[in-house]
């Protein structure tokens, strides 16, 4: 039977909340063996604080507000990190 859990893949700092937050993702791991090697699968990522910023009206790809807006890659593209 497969399993599920919640991994905190990287801390970030948010800039539109301005406090670190944690995102993670649902990795799904088979009773049986993945192809080419893996151990899991991933099948959903979120923030920790997702629900808040989302009840807040924050508009984040993260709090399902704006799929057009991840604060990370902005800030990523801020830092010249990303085109
Ligand atoms: S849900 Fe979005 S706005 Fe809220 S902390 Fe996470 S990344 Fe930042």
Redesign the pocket.
């Known amino acids: 039977m497969a399993t599920e859990k919640w991994v905190t893949i990287r801390k970030?700092w948010?800039?539109?909340?301005e406090?670190d937050?944690d995102?993670m993702e649902l990795r799904v791991y088979p009773a049986e063996m993945l192809p080419e090697g893996q151990d899991f699968q991933v099948k959903a990522r979120k923030?920790?604080?997702?629900v808040?910023?989302?009840m807040a009206g924050?508009p984040?790809?993260?709090?399902y507000t704006n799929p057009e807006l991840?604060?990370?890659v902005e800030r990523a593209r801020e830092r010249g990190d990303v085109s």
């Open positions: 970030e948010c800039n539109l909340i406090q937050v995102l923030c920790s604080v997702d808040t910023c989302n924050f984040c790809k993260w709090a991840d604060p990370f």
